[in-house]
C-alpha cells in the first residue's frame, strides 16, 4: 500500500484534513473509516492502514486535532468544538468522499465519537469498531468537577522536535518506532521558540464536556448494526474496574455487542496493530450490506499470512 494522500474537506468555514491509503488494487470492499483519540491525529493509524490493503481507508483529523487544529484552520471556539459539530463532520467526510457505508473505527475519545454516530445515524455506516473507550458513561464514575481534574493533566511544552519525540517513546515505551514520527509531528505547532499541541487546553476542555455528557449507557442500545468493543486490560486500577463494571452493564443493555479484551496499555492499535486490522477485516466481513465474500475471506487470510 502507497503512502497516503492528504486530503481537505471545506465545511461551514473549516478546513478538516484526513489521510487516504488506497487498496493496491480496485476493490469493491466496504471502506474503513478511522477516528483518533483525544491529543492525537490522522497518523496515529498508519500500522493499522497499511495493512489493510485491499482497502479504501480514510483517517480524519478531528477538530482540535493535527492539521485541522492548526490556524487559520481551525473553528471557532467553543461552539465548533461541540458533539454535533463532531458528528457533522463525519456525515460530511462520507458524503464528499463517496464512503458509502464504512466501517467506523474509532480509539479512546474517537471510540465515542464514533459510537455516538453509529447510534445516531442507523444507516450511515455498515459496522463499528469500538477501540479501548469508556464503555459506560463518564457521569456512572466520578462528577463533572472530578472529571475535570482526572482528564485534563497539565499540557507539554517542548523546546524541540527531539523533546517531544522522546516524550511520544517513552508513553509508548515497548512499541515506539521511527514510523510514529510523523504522529509526533502532527500533533504539534509552534508557539514562540517551543511547540505545544494543536489541541490546546481551552479545546480540550470542550471536547472532554462532551466525551463526559455523551449517553453511553443509551447508545449501545440504539445501535443496529454489528459492533465490536475492544478494550485493554492495562491502565490505573481504578480505570480497569469502571472499565470491567460497564462491561458487565454491556453484556445486559446490548448483547449483540461483541466484547474482546487485549493484554496490552490502553493504545492497542499501536501495540496489536496486526490483530486489531484482522477485527476490523471480520467485522466488515459481516457489515450491513456488506455480505462476507471470497475477496473478504482473502483479505483476512492476508493479515494472518
Given at each position: 500500500m502507497a503512502e497516503p494522500a492528504d486530503r481537505w474537506l471545506e465545511r461551514d468555514g473549516v478546513s478538516l484534513h484526513c489521510l487516504e491509503w488506497s487498496p493496491e488494487?480496485?476493490?469493491?470492499?466496504?471502506?474503513?473509516?478511522?477516528?483518533?483519540?483525544?491529543?492525537?491525529?490522522?497518523?496515529?493509524?498508519?500500522?493499522?492502514?497499511?495493512?489493510?490493503?485491499?482497502?479504501?481507508?480514510?483517517?480524519?483529523?478531528?477538530?482540535?486535532?493535527?492539521?485541522?487544529?492548526?490556524?487559520?484552520?481551525?473553528?471557532?471556539?467553543?461552539?465548533?468544538?461541540?458533539?454535533?459539530?463532531?458528528?457533522?463532520?463525519?456525515?460530511?467526510?462520507?458524503?464528499?468522499?463517496?464512503?458509502?457505508?464504512?466501517?467506523?473505527?474509532?480509539?479512546?475519545?474517537?471510540?465515542?465519537?464514533?459510537?455516538?454516530?453509529?447510534?445516531?445515524?442507523?444507516?450511515?455506516?455498515?459496522?463499528?469498531?469500538?477501540?479501548?473507550?469508556?464503555v459506560q458513561s463518564a457521569a456512572n464514575l466520578f462528577s463533572w468537577e472530578e472529571g475535570q481534574a482526572f482528564m485534563q493533566p497539565p499540557l507539554p511544552r517542548y523546546s524541540s522536535f527531539a523533546q517531544a519525540v522522546a516524550d511520544c517513546r517513552d508513553d509508548f515505551e515497548g512499541t515506539w518506532g521511527d514510523d510514529l514520527e510523523p504522529f509526533v509531528f502532527a500533533r504539534l505547532m509552534p508557539e514562540g521558540e517551543s511547540l505545544i499541541l494543536t489541541l490546546t487546553a481551552s479545546i480540550r476542555l470542550e471536547l472532554l464536556r462532551g466525551l463526559y455528557e455523551s449517553p453511553v449507557d443509551m447508545l449501545w442500545s440504539q445501535l443496529e448494526i454489528p459492533a465490536l468493543a475492544l478494550l485493554a486490560r492495562g491502565g490505573p486500577s481504578r480505570v480497569t474496574a469502571w472499565r470491567e463494571s460497564g462491561v458487565k452493564q454491556l453484556a445486559k443493555n446490548a448483547p449483540h455487542v461483541t466484547v474482546k479484551w487485549f493484554d496490552t496499555p490502553h493504545d492497542i492499535p499501536l501495540y496489536a496493530p496486526e490483530a486489531v486490522a484482522a477485527e476490523v477485516e471480520t467485522m466488515a466481513a459481516t457489515a450491513i450490506d456488506s455480505p462476507a465474500s471470497e475477496s473478504e475471506a482473502a483479505a483476512r487470510q492476508q493479515l494472518q499470512d
Open positions: 488494487t480496485t476493490s469493491a470492499l466496504p471502506p474503513v473509516l478511522l477516528l483518533h483519540g483525544l491529543s492525537s491525529n490522522a497518523q496515529y493509524w498508519g500500522r493499522i492502514a497499511r495493512l489493510l490493503k485491499q482497502r479504501r481507508v480514510i483517517a480524519l483529523d478531528q477538530r482540535g486535532h493535527g492539521l485541522t487544529g492548526r490556524p487559520p484552520h481551525s473553528p471557532a471556539h467553543p461552539a465548533g468544538y461541540a458533539m454535533e459539530a463532531l458528528l457533522e463532520d463525519i456525515d460530511h467526510a462520507i458524503k464528499v468522499l463517496e464512503l458509502g457505508r464504512p466501517v467506523l473505527v474509532g480509539h479512546s475519545w474517537g471510540a465515542t465519537i464514533a459510537l455516538e454516530f453509529a447510534a445516531r445515524n442507523p444507516v450511515a455506516a455498515s459496522a463499528l469498531v469500538f477501540v479501548d473507550g469508556p
